[in-house]
């Protein structure tokens, strides 16, 4: 890589992205700069982290790679494409964010591994939304095995009362009706009816379908019990064919292998049926077709996958535990970042289907603390520091994960941008996973009986409780020692964060100094107009003519508040569906998913961005507060269309003010997620931004707080 010394932002960021030659096209959406390169292997990953208004690097598959500026990114891809170099290559300009993203998701530039890159979002999109009702199931088995481990309780009797049967009701609706759950986000994502996918998948877990397996009413059914795994399989006579009848509940292999059948068949049929009479015959057949071929053949598939699977990784974990416990924790701090734990995940919940527990859940506890050990040694040394946004962003990632068992904040907003973390957190991965290869041997490891999101929280739910609790300890203390004595910076971004934590305090110091001649300056004006303009001055004063200010410099009341741009139902910003806003490169912020299209200005201020395809809109508070609101998740690809844009750039909008009128049901049908991002995009200016819980709530609501 050429040197980059003496060189501005826009040279730097070309010539470390494998410079001009390596660059195919380049575009830009509202917050950053998204390149297809020839070439995926001459980004200088590390070094496009330094340039100057870089806030984020994201490589991606297919020689893709997104540099995150910010509300910035215009002026940035204008200084890129002025270079002369750039005016050689002739592609940039020739694409637009749209056309490249097309081509990405196609077969050519992605690459030819595309294949993987499109099962692993498949895999992730038909769960990801599902991780909130999973989490709040796995806190009532908590709670249920609080009361069970107190004696309070016997949650494994049958003769319980009838309210405790209830509460199993709570969290078994999760599970039990999980296969249809899956069907429907599986279907969502492939743009075909979801609602086809949920009926096909609910289909054979009907009551009717589940008395095909009484050999009482059904004498031709015939039952056996697998040895193995202590299940009963029975056979029904159904149409003269031998039906395979399997309990489905809790099955996650047979939706996703049904709706991805379905796709081909639903998207087949819509071609074959006119427009006008689609709407009754394509369900119609998708479901005269897919029933059948679901009960007799995908279904006993999935049923026999997954029982293979979990039936190979028990025989692993009970012939070679010792390995088995070393082997998770380590593999999981590459898998989750690629997204190729999810596999792993389905497994978890056909282990606790089909043998009544799971024992993965209890090494992967360890690689999560010690993740979050790795996070809290940041905090620490980011507080010593005085490094306020590493402090931000390392405290928002350390309560995600202790309360929440989520690792992403962490990953993406610390651990994957700093490398030197992962060899101390591997460390703390290896001793967790050590622990309960020793502790847990003579109880066949550590097991626990429900999805748990491994948190604080869910602590009880696994068994030994004490093995599991020593080890996800040991592995947090591990990690978090070891990044603290170490450190998770090389010496270079040591002297790089003391050298802006100076400038930052003789910045301040330089304010806190002007602030007495900025407040004497209107007594001087008053005088000047007042008193001197009538003491007979020697040359005649200029007549001036008094203008009303269009706006003042400063608002009566500070933006101490941002409100929600529409109805809806707030999510937490490390929930939505990307990576970089998930990770608050963009500031802190919140998700709200759409209850109508009606989108409106947050705070009152100037309008600094604008898309054009009304996608995205940047506001400026007159007291320095700055607002993004970016409608829907790679809505950019619609090209503007269902965005109807009401304001336009450095346009002055009140807070309650439309900024836009948007077509859900077309974002919907285009297969985008259609979630309302909101962020503060300098929240590192701030003294606080505090978003508010999840909850539904109306338009104009506030849904951030902001302290300067």
Known sequence: ?????????????????????????????????????????????????????????????????????????????SDIMDLPSMQKTGTPAKQSDADVKAAARSGGPRGKFSWLDSFFE?????????????????????????????????????DKAATWVFVDAMYRAVFYFL???????????????????????????????????????????????????????????VFGLPLQMNDYSGQVFVPLIMVAVLALVYKWLKKVFPENIQMVFVPFFSMAIMIPVTAFLIGPLGVWLGNGLGTGLAWLNGNAPFVFALLIPMIYPFLVPLGLHWPLNALMLVNIQTLGYDFIQGPMGAWNFACFGATAGVLVISMRAKNSTMRQTATGALVAGLLGGISEPSLYGIHLRFKRIYPRMLVGCFTGGLVIAVLGAPFGGVKTSAFAFTSLLTIPVFDPMWV??????????????????????????????????????????????????????PVASAAATGADANAGATEPATPVEPVAPAEPAVPAEPTNQVIAPVAGHVVALSEVNDPVFASKALGDGVGIVPADG??????????????????????????????????????????????????????????????ATVNL????????????????????????????????????????????
């Open 1 to 77: 890589m050429e040197s980059t010394v003496g060189q501005s932002p826009a040279e730097q960021i070309i010539a470390n992205s494998g410079g001009p030659e390596n660059i195919d096209s380049l575009t830009h959406c509202a917050t950053r700069l998204r390149f297809q390169l020839h070439d995926g292997s001459l980004i200088d990953q590390a070094a496009l982290e330094k340039v100057p208004g870089v806030m984020g690097v994201v490589p991606q598959a297919g020689d893709r790679l997104q540099v995150v500026i910010g509300g910035a990114v215009q002026s940035m891809y």
């Open 122 to 158: 498949y895999l992730s999109d038909s769960f990801r939304p599902l991780l909130g009702v999973l989490l709040g199931a796995s806190l009532i088995i908590a709670f249920e095995a609080v009361l069970d481990a107190l004696g309070v309780v016997d949650f494994r009797a049958e």
């Open 179 to 237: 296969p249809i759950m899956v069907a429907y986000n599986a279907a969502k994502k492939l743009n075909i009816d979801p609602w086809v996918g949920a009926t096909v998948m609910a289909a054979v877990m009907t009551p009717e379908f589940i008395s095909l397996s009484d050999t009482t009413r059904f004498p031709d059914t015939v039952c056996t019990t697998n040895e193995t795994l202590g299940t009963q399989s029975c056979v029904a006579d």
């Open 468 to 521: 599991y609790a020593i080890a996800i300890a040991a592995a947090f203390a591990v990690s978090m020692i070891l990044v603290i004595i170490f450190d998770y910076r090389t010496p270079e971004q040591k002297d790089e964060d003391r050298l802006a934590r100076e400038q930052a305090e003789a910045d301040l110091a330089l304010e806190k100094d002007a602030m007495p001649a900025a407040a004497a300056a």
């Open 598 to 659: 009606i989108v409106l200005a947050p705070i009152s201020g100037t309008m600094v961005t604008v898309a054009k395809t009304g996608h995205a809109f940047g506001i400026k508070s007159d007291d320095g507060v700055e607002v993004l609101v970016h409608i829907g998740i790679d809505t950019v690809q619609m090209k503007g269309e269902g965005f109807d844009v009401a304001v336009e750039k450095k346009q002055r909008v009140n807070a309650g003010d439309l900024l």
């Open 665 to 708: 049901d077309a974002v919907n049908q285009a297969g985008f997620d259609p979630t309302v991002i909101v962020t503060v995009t300098n929240t590192a200016a701030m003294t606080s931004v505090t978003p508010h819980p999840d909850g539904d709530l109306s338009a104009g609501e506030p849904v951030i707080d902001v302290e300067h």
